[in-house]
């Protein structure tokens, strides 16, 4: 499909144009979906690196964990994660500070 979108468009008719242009469509949400897959299993990958580098393993039992370290991990959005809070299957947030609260990280 590649090679037909380099002829040049004069030689193909309307309808083949559209056909390369959803098709070419279709490719980059894919190959955006791959880029997203891809980038939480980095950054999940990272956030066990740190975990395991922990100096004090007790510290990093007590270590809170932001909603987008959560997200990553799990591989679900924060409104999911929030429904499940509600339906009491998830644990709940605790609070930090007045602005920022955070999950109890791995024990």
């Given amino acids: 499909m590649l090679d037909r979108l380099i002829l040049d468009p004069g030689t193909r008719t309307l309808g083949e144009l559209f056909q390369e242009r959803e ?4 490719e980059i949400r894919r190959l955006r979906v791959d880029v997203s897959r891809l980038s939480r299993k980095q ?12 100096v004090d393993p007790a510290l990093a039992a007590q270590r809170l964990l932001r909603i987008s370290e959560v997200m990553t991990m799990i591989g679900l959005g ?4 929030y429904n499940y809070v509600a339906a009491g299957t998830f644990p709940a947030p605790i609070k930090e500070t007045r602005r920022h609260s955070g999950v109890a990280g791995p024990h």
């Avoid at 098709?23 to 279709?26: D, F, K, M, Y």
């Avoid at 924060?78 to 994660?81: A, F, L, T």
């Fill in 43 to 54: 950054e999940a990958a990272r956030i066990e690196r740190e975990q395991d580098h922990a």
């Fill in 23 to 26: 098709w070419a469509v279709a």
């Fill in 78 to 81: 924060h409104s999911s994660i």
